[in-house]
């Protein structure tokens, strides 16, 4: 069932159980860690925006007026839709932005409404193809997501500095190994987003970043310099017989020349729907022949390319063409098919390449020492190449790009005008005109988080929660039951700390010692005060989960040293 | 738009939006008193359960088991469906009982793990016909819903009383005008329940209550002692001719009787689904014409005797059976129609009438003079009768029943084994045989409830919160922006009140006094103190806002005074 160690451990701890695919209850210890990171994050937050909570359901009409309401349900089918007994659509929400610009355009009247940030903790819905992972992919999970309208967009840029900077204190705080990158904007759109992700094996986004520190953008959206082609062995633009040769690897194979050589020429199909009608295009691609698509930066590409909402891009099916098509052996210069012209792309690195060579449009052929305009019309230029670890990087050529794995838990973005303009907010500036508001939205991730953090903390024995969300701060054994001095101790002991305000937890089960000891392993707690035979010489022992540093410390001076570990004043 | 005064100075005041039909945005205000709720909730709950907190996606197979599923999404319509990417249907949940049971099955293993309670508080949705009154009766609302799982019964009845005093101290702290009555289960089910109403004209419900405090419960569940009918003016069982009297009134005139000397027999028509099969059944009840049918007493006794889920019940359709039945004239042995045998019913108090008037089974003859088993079998015999105002209640005679309006905010449940037994919950007793536990539920609504107290509390200048639920404890008004010495006294008072953990708020906006004011009695802010001219003397107006009383105070004195008031230590 468990296909991560964290999600195996908040299983076995009794932290979750799971009620469907991509269903999970929060069970007590669960709720606590909850309650517990999200007021860390209204703490943080506090500055930046006052809290509100939008309803979970909302009319299909706000959707459709965004424009989301085909591409969430029909397109990627993303979103679940509910038909009430009037027979009335509505939106069970995976994100917020239309009910954030339908209130705020009735708060907001005049610039001096301006800035209004605005934020939520509460659930979101999202019919995943594949939950997985426990509560990192899940259909029901619970967010922060927070709204801000602003007059310019240098205001709307200092907010989203704002709102990063608590996103960072929030990770920080929280003692996670994160990284903030450059992101793909996807289906919320807008001008520019930030993912903050934290590093993890099992997570499902790939960082390249440099050492530096100065760089780091998620793989979907990085770039870099492409390894510059070797110089080309082909001096002269002529047509060479190849039999045999459909890919990259047999054509260089043949023809004596490096993949990086060469222009491959990828088709796709894209399909889209305008109102009710669904259309294709057919996409041809040009790039270097070491290099693959990045499917992300193609789909923003097309997207903003043809009318309506992009529906599907996909590898054109060979079966289907086949018979029509030179496949392995086409040329940017293919003609038209009978189902209507060619979307024609070449990626930037592919553009910079002279005496190529590239398929000659007839199977069995290519051409050789080919160069963009002399012999190939150079079709429109955009990125659209994956960057690779060991790269070198677009800011500085002594920074190659470094990968990991990351759990994207939050996502910041400026959207402009995007979701004001189609719901039709506006605002009186000071001469009394009407402008529309720029937004700004940021995500982040609650029960991912929680999660997240259990998978970078969790060991062979269990959870390792940092003091800050854990379920409890300090958990009191007792090793022996039977012993009255050992029991009053943790008694005393537990009323002291709780005095104190720190957040005990008493074990006085009539367990073996071991059994209590691995508990409270599994449970995560950041620290476990023995109470053994210790107490009679007025002493008991300290363990940190995280380390496993034990030490032994006078029951009197305990309070002290638990708040001084704690951080508390 | 504003159905009731709450609703309208909720929406003055910008505490809540409407989004759609039953569903409202929270804004900032009304967050921050939903928060203060939930906590208030959450800190007597502490004492009873532990919290948790379910998936409001449910995969429609639990509500199959429990037997749910058609009753909801079918039978009421009030449970909204959803159908994933794979055709899989789920529920939107509107109660969490199939899921606590799911989640305690893996909880509970024996004895030693019971009792168990948890609670939650979260959103629900249903599927209103007709949402109202803004967040009383709303498709999307927040509730508190707890369940328990015990060995006994008796331990059972021992948590219902603590659910129940932890809703009446949560009522009480937050001077709710409320009662706690008897109470119909409903589709819920069980063996008992208990309601908790805050009395208001705008309630949906009708309590029923005595004097003394003994005796309240729902008029739908409510019982009473009958007025005794008056002796009989008839001595002999005979057949009279009484033309154009179909209705107890007009035949009463014509046989010179009173209504209470009438049985009328009332014709209903049942429709209930077994399996995917609907079929319907006539039933005939027979009661005082004095008298009227309690259609949720009626629903109750019908729906133990139908076999499947009775989906409707409703009084048979005039036109249909007008050429077939004498209508109007009906006697209590009717003959069994072609569709299928009656379903007889008596209601108690008809039972007991003696030498009654009642239809001859033929239009335009009534029968005088009858008596049960006499002259007429009496059928099977159940409380199916409208208790009301004014009606004597059971316990004392000398207590008649007295009417309120309710709007019910908490209700309770026994519910004995239905769910458990449903879903296969099972534990080990203590001689290792399998017992099925006993279960109840305990329902809060957390919307409903801040906004029943908006209703009790406003007034005509707007929203009265009790200090511990209300956005902020104090309000500073400056008078005038423009006098130093205001706003520095202003400032200086806020922060002493901060530093001292009131939660102030300082109205420094360069407005007039009057607008000030005005706002902070529609917010409903508890205290508001006013800094004019007397600040030069070192003194500020304190104003209760519930009451208007005024007072001076010296500002030197006011963090002791406002604390006072506040009842903090």
């Not at 703490?43 to 591409?71: K, N, T, Y």
């Not at 289906?187 to 993890?200: D, H, P, Q, V």
């Not at 009318?307 to 086949?322: F, I, M, N, R, S």
């Amino acid at each position: 069932m468990a296909d991560t160690r964290g999600t195996e451990m908040l299983l076995r701890a009794g932290f979750i159980r799971q009620l469907g695919s991509g269903l999970y209850a929060m069970l007590p210890p669960m709720t606590r860690v909850l309650h517990r990171l999200e007021a860390l994050i209204r703490h943080e937050l506090e500055v930046a925006a006052q809290e509100v909570s939008f309803p979970l359901l909302q009319p299909a009409a706000l959707w459709r007026q965004s424009g989301r309401w085909d591409a969430y349900t029909r397109a990627e089918q993303i979103m679940f839709a509910v038909t009430d007994r009037a027979g009335r659509e509505l939106a069970l929400a995976p994100t917020h932005e239309e009910a954030a610009v339908a209130v705020a355009r009735e708060l907001v009247g005049s610039y001096r409404d301006l800035p209004l940030s605005i934020y939520q903790i509460g659930r979101k819905f999202r019919d995943e193809l594949r939950p997985r992972a426990g509560l990192l992919r899940t259909r029901e999970f619970v967010m922060k997501d927070a709204y801000s309208f602003h007059a310019t967009s240098e205001d709307l840029a200092r907010t989203f500095e704002v709102m990063g900077d608590a996103y960072a204190r929030i990770l920080t705080r929280l003692g996670a190994d994160w990284r903030a990158a450059q992101a793909d904007s996807g289906m919320i759109g807008g001008t520019g987003s930030r993912e903050y992700l934290m590093l993890s094996d099992v997570g499902e986004d790939e960082v390249l970043y440099t050492a530096d520190g100065l760089y780091a953008a998620n793989a979907e959206q990085a770039v870099s310099h492409a390894h510059p082609a070797p110089a080309s062995p082909f001096t002269t633009f002529e047509r060479r017989q190849t039999p045999g040769t459909p890919t990259v690897a047999s054509a260089c194979a043949v023809l004596d020349c490096e993949p990086a050589h060469m222009i491959k020429n990828v088709l796709y199909e894209a399909e889209y729907l305008n109102g009710d009608q669904t259309s294709t295009r057919p996409i041809l691609v040009s790039l270097r022949g070491d290099h693959s698509v990045n499917a992300v930066k193609l789909w923003n590409t097309v997207s903003a390319r043809v009318e309506g909402t992009l529906t599907a891009l996909e590898v054109a099916d060979t079966e289907k063409w086949a018979t029509s098509l030179p496949l392995g052996y086409i040329a940017p210069d293919l003609p038209d098919s009978a189902d209507g012209p060619f979307l024609r792309l070449c990626d930037e690195a592919a553009a910079g390449l002279r005496n190529f060579t590239t398929g000659a449009n007839e199977t069995d052929w290519h051409m050789v020492g080919a160069n963009w305009d002399q012999h190939f019309p150079l079709p429109e230029v955009a990125d659209l190449r994956q960057a690779q670890a060991g790269e070198v990087s677009t800011h500085d050529p002594a920074q190659p790009l470094l990968s990991a794995r990351g759990i994207e838990v939050g996502h910041i973005f400026q959207l402009g005008t995007r979701y004001t303009g189609a719901l039709g907010m506006t605002y009186a500036t000071a001469d009394g005109s009407s402008q529309t508001p720029t937004m700004g939205c940021y995500g982040l991730g609650v029960t991912r988080l929680a999660a997240a953090l259990a998978e970078q903390c969790a060991d062979e024995r269990g959870l390792v929660w940092p003091a800050v969300i854990a379920p409890h701060e300090v958990i009191l054994t007792v090793v022996d039951m039977k012993d009255a001095a050992q029991v009053e101790a943790a008694e005393t002991l537990y009323a002291e700390l709780r005095a104190a305000g720190i957040d005990a937890l008493l074990d006085d089960r009539p367990l073996r010692a071991g059994v209590k000891f691995a508990d409270a392993d599994l449970t995560g707690i950041p620290w476990r005060v023995t109470l053994g035979r210790g107490v009679a010489g007025g002493r008991a022992e300290v363990r940190e989960r995280r380390g496993g540093e034990v030490q032994e410390i006078n029951l009197a001076e305990m309070v002290q040293y638990v708040r001084d570990r704690l951080g508390q004043p």
